[in-house]
């Protein structure tokens, strides 16, 4: 049953970009909105239908709620991006990183230069676990 109620957390990639419109908006936002970002800032042509469908996939998932003023629908955030971000890095620090924090952070040595200001804030942040 918990795979179940995890599955509904997932987004698609094209859930996502969307998700990501509507999230930075910081208000709702008309669907016509999102159809023009999802362009301009992806390079993804879908037609508005597509969009709607798109939405309607959200509110199922409980990510969203959509309303309609006069002619125009909006969507309405429910689920905030902060804890969608927190879903997946937990997920992803249990599944590749058998649950330890020193090896997400080990594998992301790996793969990102950090500079000396990045270093002292990461040195910075585990000191501060410690008060």
Excluded: N
Aim: glycine share 4%; aromatic share 10%.
């Amino acid at each position: 049953m918990a795979l179940k109620k995890k599955k509904r957390w997932k987004l698609s990639e094209c859930e996502t970009l969307i998700m990501k419109i509507i999230w930075d908006a910081q208000s709702d936002i008309c669907v016509h909105d999102i159809w023009e970002a999802v362009d301009k800032r992806y390079g993804k042509e879908y037609a508005v239908q597509t969009v709607r469908t798109f939405l309607v996939e959200l509110s199922q998932k409980g990510f969203i709620e959509t309303y309609r003023t006069g002619r125009v629908c909006y969507a309405h955030v429910l689920k905030s991006e902060k804890d969608y971000k927190e879903m997946l890095l937990k997920d992803d620090l249990e599944f590749w990183h058998k649950g330890k924090p020193s090896m997400l952070i080990a594998a992301l040595s790996e793969v990102v230069d950090f500079s000396k200001e990045e270093t002292a804030e990461i040195r910075r942040i585990i000191d501060a676990m410690d008060d």
